[in-house]
């Protein structure tokens, strides 16, 4: 209650219902420009093509629900029995840029997959962590972390240097982003945040926490899980539905053919594949290892770095804790320094 | 609310344990995510209970001023409220109604057209050996890049590659035999495969394929025979082989030939990917596509798109149910 009349003084984090709907927009076009190449196909093969496409898109809910759970359960843990200044105390102890290190080494303590990321970064900046450790956090732990660093091995068994790239290309382009969005945070408070003022409350209400007996912590920790995995996968869902709408109506080649003309365009072409996409970051390695002998490797470099950062479904999450002018800078961001690292790391090694 | 979070989050478990009692499982998920998602269906499950534990049984005293939760839709009002919650509720609800209007199938051979069969999967292998010799990381560690390292320009990749093979074929021919032709494959003698520290183990499981009468395409091993096959082609040649597998058409392909292709899955569907054998129909059957045939005959290598392949000539083609797991695995014990 509180939050809501502290935010209609606030114009600028008060858009108008129309423009509460847009993030939805864009994504409702890809998906009804898919449907309409799906209902183009000839009738004989439409119901097959449809069953392909629901055993994706439950295949891709199935696989992200285990993660996402986690994710739910642990942020659920942290709301109710971590101390609620406990990241804030930490970062007025810390200077900024050791936090972001930490921040971007934080996948190899705690792993996360993209999946169930955003209830726990939204939670860990709910208790104080600043935005820039929080999004350099949400960018490195799916990726900066042993399993991915296994799987990718794995899967370029002739290449270790392949997973040792991906691991250096990802600390050096998270630690960029963590730098450029505090340097943003510090100039623009309200840029980040869907709801900032949500983010500075936390200290009153958690403080009467603490007087409550553990029974009716578990409680608030399952009242709060069971809202968390509803508003998140309602875009989980969303995001696999186009996911696999995309997966079994888009010839890939598409892709992979347009971008021989040149590099640069072949490093763009890989990003919008794994955007695509969104393969979890533990088997997108393999798909990688299957372009191999078509592709440059500084750009299948991109493909791995870029996917687990930002892909479709995660989009789709983010929104419910970033604003959309934020992701999207995120994303030009990203688009731009994945390559430039790729590039860098390859023609180091090779 | 609660109620309806409740309803989805055991109907998730329900469609989990269904999904498992039907043994489609293996249409979404590889084996060894299968846990997984089983674990999933019994967190789910007691979330859902305490939800409507909680839905029945009110809090003795509510925690105050909670506004930790529910930011998306505590701020919009009338209208546009009630048309988000609803069009959440449907996208909600979607893989429940989707799934039962359209019953899930494995992947056939329309996704395989849009994935892009891989014909030959040891490509990859040969390029990267050739970056990982020329890479100055790992030159101390790898002692062939000691030989081979410093003589080659690290711009142009494709000699690079060729100056290694021969120096390798030298290494490992010198020992053993003298005059190590890949054109000797025929021979009743096994022929040498060249191998580095890399490759070893497909070299390993060559030599034993080698001495086979027929090769068979094994379930278990699918995905490392073919790469295997298809490094060491040229020794293979001639060979017979015998390969279970769905049958892939399609327009880039000469008259008469056809791939008999599996997917291959990491973890769920989203990455299954398509591989198969290049072949040609010698038989007076006919083939369909995403029909279920064994085929067997012998190895040859062909073009295909500018590319070398390996050309299975099949005389033996029968048709075989459709396999009930539909997918092939990487095999986590290969090569340990």
């Keep these: 209650m509180i939050s809501s009349i502290k935010r209609s003084d606030d114009p600028a984090a008060h858009p108008s219902p129309r423009l509460l709907q847009l993030p939805l927009l864009l994504p409702l076009l890809l998906l009804l420009t898919l449907v309409g190449v799906l209902a183009a196909q000839p009738l004989a093969s439409n119901a097959e093509l449809w069953r392909t496409f629901t055993t994706v898109f439950v295949s891709i809910l199935l696989e992200a629900m285990p993660f996402l759970l986690l994710g739910i359960i642990l942020s659920s843990l942290v709301h109710v029995f971590i101390a609620p200044d406990f990241f804030r105390n930490m970062a007025v102890k810390w200077p900024r840029p ?14 996360i997959c993209e999946c169930g990321m955003i209830p726990v970064v939204r939670k860990f900046m709910q208790k104080g962590l600043p935005p820039a450790a929080a999004v350099t956090y949400m960018c490195a732990a799916p990726i900066l972390n042993p399993i991915v660093y296994a799987s990718t091995a794995t899967a370029f068994p002739s290449a270790p240097w392949m997973a040792v790239g991906r691991m250096a290309v990802a600390f050096f382009v998270v630690l960029t982003i ?104 533990t088997s997108d390695a393999f798909i990688a290892a299957s372009f191999t002998s078509m592709l440059a490797p500084a750009s299948l470099l991109s493909f791995l770095v870029f996917g687990p950062m930002m892909d479709l479904k995660t989009t789709l999450m983010m929104m419910t804790v970033f604003r959309k002018r934020f992701i999207l800078l995120l994303a030009c961001l990203l688009l731009l320094i994945v390559p430039l690292f790729a590039t860098i790391f390859i023609s180091i090694v090779l | 609310m609660k109620l309806f979070c409740a309803f989805l989050l055991l109907g998730w478990s329900i469609m989990i344990v269904y999904i498992t009692k039907q043994q489609l499982m293996p249409l979404y998920v590889a084996p060894r995510m299968e846990w997984l998602v089983k674990g999933s269906a019994l967190v789910c499950y007691i979330l859902g209970i305490f939800q409507v534990y909680m839905a029945a049984v009110p809090a ?48 056939s051979s329309q996704t395989a057209a849009l ?40 711009s142009n990749s494709s000699d690079q590659q060729e100056v290694e093979e021969e120096s390798q074929s030298n290494k490992v021919g010198q020992p053993s035999q003298a005059s190590s032709e890949p054109r000797s494959a025929t021979n009743a003698k096994a022929p040498i495969f060249e191998a580095d520290e890399f490759t070893q183990i497909y070299a390993d499981l060559a030599k034993q394929l080698y001495n086979k009468e027929v090769i068979v395409v094994t379930e278990k091993q699918y995905m490392e025979i073919i790469l295997t096959l298809d490094l060491y082609k040229e020794q293979f040649a001639g060979k017979r082989i015998r390969i279970p597998g769905f049958v892939y058409q399609d327009k880039e ?42 085929g067997e005959g012998v190895l040859t290598i062909a073009k295909h798109e500018n590319n070398q392949v390996m050309l299975l000539e099949v005389d033996t083609l029968r048709s075989i149910p459709a396999k009930e797991d539909p997918y092939v695995y990487p095999d986590l014990d290969f090569g340990s």
């Excluded at chain 1, 050791?98 to 792993?111: D, E, K, S, T, Y």
């Excluded at chain 2, 009630?82 to 199938?105: G, V």
């Excluded at chain 2, 008999?260 to 369909?288: H, Y």
């Design chain 1, 98 to 111: 050791v936090l972001v290190v930490f921040a971007a080494l934080g996948g190899i303590l705690l792993p």
């Design chain 1, 178 to 281: 963590g730098w450029i969005v505090s340097i943003i945070v510090h100039r623009r408070h309200t840029f980040l945040l869907i709801h900032p003022e949500s983010y500075r409350e936390t200290s009153t209400h958690a403080k009467n926490q603490t007087y409550i007996p553990l029974p009716n912590k578990l409680r608030h920790a399952a009242d709060h899980m069971g809202k968390e995995w509803m508003e998140t996968t309602v875009y989980l869902t969303f995001g696999a539905c186009i996911t696999a709408l995309f997966q079994t109506s888009f010839p890939r080649s598409l892709i992979v053919d347009a971008s021989w003309m040149n590099p640069a365009l072949e490093h763009i072409g890989l990003m919008t594949l794994a955007y695509l996409l969104s393969l979890c970051s």
């Design chain 2, 60 to 107: 003795k005293h509510h925690s105050p001023a909670c506004n930790c939760t529910s930011l998306e839709t505590k701020h919009k009002r009338g209208f546009a409220n009630s048309l988000s919650s609803c069009s959440a509720a449907i996208t909600l609800l979607l893989p429940f109604i989707l799934s039962y209007i359209w019953p899930p199938m494995p992947l």
């Design chain 2, 115 to 154: 994935k892009g069969v891989q014909y030959a999967p040891s490509a990859s292998l040969k390029q990267w050996t050739s970056g990982q010799a020329s890479s100055p990381t790992d030159a101390g560690s790898s002692p062939k890049s000691d030989s081979t390292g410093p003589v080659y320009e690290p």
């Design chain 2, 253 to 294: 392909m000469e008259k008469g030939r056809f791939a008999i292709a599996r997917f291959s899955m990491q973890c769920c569907t989203a990455d299954a990917s398509p591989f198969g054998i290049l072949s040609v129909n010698k038989t007076k059957q006919n083939v369909k596509a995403d029909e279920w045939v064994e």
